[in-house]
């Protein structure tokens, strides 16, 4: 476990290995197959799961399933607006980043053979950013997935026994501000962070993706290695977190 | 007043001139100047307000202000997903118009000279669909829109007397289903209406907009009518609730 | 009939309740298979119809027929010129929403059933603007949809006893300027008027669209209602034409 | 002279250097400072000229003008309908092409200097096409042109004595069918010949553009002079009618 | 043959009948069926050939094949950088024009039939330009045409006396600069000409495309012929240096 | 130094901790300020850098300077053509995610004070693919900004003793493949890879940005550290190589 700065004050009273409060709502969207409200602290993300017969027609007949992501913000989910991304007419490049990195980190604990020839659709929309906004898609919609996978068993498409998940995945950003490594940033500390680093990690603790960044001075080996020790903290209480909201703790 | 028809049993046993349960919750977004999650049953939309100062550059210099709206649906808001108009890169149709009208709609209780060269735009995001979303849309915005000049002038950018606001406004649709005229329809009623008509109304029972249409047989005057009385009864319950939710009652 | 303001003189000398010169040019497109050049005063707009077999993959195999509308302005139709939706890349508001209104508005009075598997697309190109260019179109379109549909009864592709066709559909504009009613603006008059209202009427006398606005102040029942007179007066003596340019009469 | 090729019958009866009946209405619309309706046949193309004070932000300060162009078609201009470049969201390669073309064989009759800083767009859309509609849009844009320069001169835009036309400009088609070189092509003789040729042509019968393509078979020499010969001939009754509109002649 | 005008000192030193520097490397892309990076002097563009099996479904059953080309420059290609399309969204006219004068030089070398059903894709990008980028990109297009060719006959897609090229193509530009004929203008010409000519000519001497266009004063038939003597010229040798990389003279 | 796995085969014969072989040819392009053609094994990259005076707007007036990048792939650089994102009208999230990553790279080595006012737009267009095209892209494109660098002293737009080099960076990809950590994936690795991951590291050996993704089972703490270890490794070699280009050694 990472060792707690106990000299660091951090704005909102943290430690510096401590999540904000983070709260997931189950089944928030009545329309969907699965879906959670996820917060982390004053961010907050609505993510759906829209479970649908068949692939798209490049993995037909194949045997095997699809799951794929889209990540988007209100306009006014930021302190100030911004131009939306349908009115101006094309995608911006940190939102097809973001969306490419949901959806591999929701593969990664997909048996795509044991979904079977069905297609999940991950929906993430930022309702109110304040940082950490796409590692709050990722563990939220994790849980959307899930519910996704009991309705289709509920619904008898997939098999009572299937287990198109090999485990649960979680995420969280951490970073170095004035030289001290920290868990779960918000937005202040994050337009502040030296090095910010995103990591995916499994509910057994291994990684699934690591995107290190220096925004300032390049980092060595050493502070990498704190970084990393903090994420797997924070990601082994989000894993928690997402047992207990799903009822298997 | 429109009478009831007491012989028809609509599916959630609403009386015919009954609106479903309407929730407004004020301040819901703490990036926002002013903010409200509107729900009509439910349809679910968050309304933002971002209020800032300056005006676009074709309407410089001539002291006036100016409010625009942007309707959007997120895409799992419906029963099933649609594709995201940003992805596809161009907004359809149906989003262009209700933006309009919403548009429209609020700047009809708009003092364009006492909002000051000052720019506030509406943002309309449903987030869960089952009918009357930009009547829900419009209602909302209204209080958010106040939310947000009540802001202007407590951060002293709007003078404490400025009255932009010239009046209150909401919108309800209504319906013709099996030849019976009914007061805010849900989707499945929606979907059934012979004809289907929003209108927007002032606090003082005027309208500001009305748009009806006969999606199956055309309509009569003595139909017609009998739609403007729902309407006008179901607004003055909309703009009492305005009232209340904004402390004004 | 709505009673004529005597004391109003507008600027082309009409009388308040008086349509400006009308003119239809049937078959003016020698390539389409039907086609109509319509006048409301300056106001041109040239109408066809493409008639084709086969409908839209979303409603194959259901044995109904489909009819839609486009519409769009040269880019000098106007007084000032305006840059081109294509070289833009994008569809304005405007233009989504008059080919929405005019599409259903044709659609209104077409049994789906009785055109059997064909689409029909009525495009309204305006020529020349001035005012009421949506009214025209959807009336002009009511030509060249005829005219279509009597096209395929010649090649045999209808039965020559199908009716289509369940009626006719014609539009005008109404508005309130400086206090009254009047039918028929030009850009003039339109750009003036308080409250503006577009009027879609079938042949005999019923609504198939109402879309009031209000420009300035919001509008009352009793304007309402003079408006709505207005407008069943104009449309009527449009359907007069419509039948003796279709040899109805 | 082009010597008539005596034993070749064309589907409309001309002979191989005869053009099609050539119509030219000025003035027809209300609007643009300049516009003429021409027809080639039954090819008819509406070109306006918009005449505006300042030039585009690159030339400012240059003492120079600008003129551009820009070409469309009507959806259902051509037999069967196309789609819409502006639903598409992009202008197709033939499109720009022939406005380039356009805006170049305009720009070689004027003289920018003495147009000094103001800038005309041709417009020229294709409301019928049967063949020759880029030549007949530059036929026709010089009249719109002529006019809108007659118009700036009349307001006082431009000096009395101002020349910015150095001289007038036409063009026409010219092909090879079954090995007959042949002037003005109708849309029947345009898909069957086996060279096709543009030439544009100043009034005293200098070149502009001379675009040929092997649509079949390469060309040879004696071919090509035989078309430049046919439309050198045509151009010159060209500049004849152009003068006669212009009332020049 | 054109004679050497001997008063005129060109910028590189060159004769005004003579050549840049013509240099084609084959097989330069280890990925594409055919390839060739051609320098025209400092202009370089990589052609490559993408063959593949199966036509465009509007081919398809007709026994024929399809060959296409799409032009482009590297942002900076050219002296100063220019912005991506992809990045602006959208082609320009002179890249839509230049990749469809391509397509049908190399397609008026092509017997389509003995092409069979297989469609080849011309990739012509300018890596480095210094005029006469569609030129180059023509007479290089050829070779990675033949290469292509060759490759399917190897693969035993083609049979071993398939005949899909009919000759060869090569294009070069010609221009009027201070009144003197020139042969392949670099861009330091180009913009000097006042005119401009492309021509593209088969092996054997035969016109495929040719496009003069007066950029400053309109020109006479005897600069025509002038300029088509120095482009049969040019074309000849470059047809021989083809013949000389694909190994054929 | 991470040991050589001396089990291993590898296709083309090189140790696990071996590069490819590496070229990089200085001053390729004629026209950029700086350029370079680099070779990572059979992947080819041209870069260059444009150096202009000025910043963006948003930027003016702080005394800094601005270096961005895009990324490119030539429509055939890979073994099947892909469509180009100029004719699709939008670019792919990859080519977003990978343009973003070389301009944060290079970022990082830049001190933007005393790169003045001035901005340096780098591209890295693909020519040849064989996996690592980003890698190679930001190693190239340090040397095309060193030599854009120099440029700017040489022309006394940036002072001679100005150093907006903070040091240089190089990038090299990692990966397990059948359980292996190999450096360097030429293609047919990469698609085998279960861990994939990128490493941008500055001349002294300190990471930029660390980018690791589990393709197929989730990576442990030591997987992760023996990829650094390797990475770290081939980013030495780079910097040697580039000084080595640069004359700097």
């Known amino acids: 476990m990472a060792q707690e700065n106990t000299t660091v004050q ?3 009273g943290r430690a510096t290995n401590e999540l904000r409060p983070i709260t997931i709502t189950r089944g928030w969207s009545k329309n969907a197959e699965g879906s959670a409200l996820i917060e982390f602290g004053n961010t907050r993300v609505l993510c759906t799961a829209s479970f649908t017969e068949g692939v798209p027609r490049w993995l037909k007949g194949e045997g095997k399933g699809w799951v794929t992501a889209e990540y988007a913000m209100l306009p006014r989910a930021t302190n100030t607006r911004s131009s939306r991304e349908s009115v101006k007419g094309k995608i911006g490049g940190r939102t097809h980043e973001i969306s490419r990195l949901i959806g591999r980190s929701l593969r990664a604990v997909i048996d795509t053979k044991a979904l079977g020839e069905n297609t999940v659709v991950l929906d993430c929309d930022v309702l109110q950013a304040d940082g950490g906004t796409r590692t709050a898609s990722i563990t939220g919609a994790y849980v959307a997935l899930s519910e996704a996978i009991q309705w289709a068993k509920s619904q008898g498409i997939l098999r009572a026994k299937a287990q198109p998940l090999t485990g649960s995945v979680s995420a969280i950003s951490v970073g170095i501000i004035d030289g001290v490594p920290m868990l779960d940033l918000p937005y202040v500390e994050d337009v502040r962070a030296e090095t910010d680093m995103n990591v995916v990690v499994t509910g057994d603790g291994k990684f699934v993706e690591v995107q290190g960044t220096a925004e300032g001075a390049p980092f060595d080996r050493d502070e990498l290695n704190a970084l990393l020790d903090l994420a797997l903290e924070g990601t082994a ?13």
């Open 237 to 249: 209480e989000l894993a928690a977190i997402q047992r207990q909201v799903l009822g298997e703790s």
């Open 10 to 12: 951090r704005a909102d």
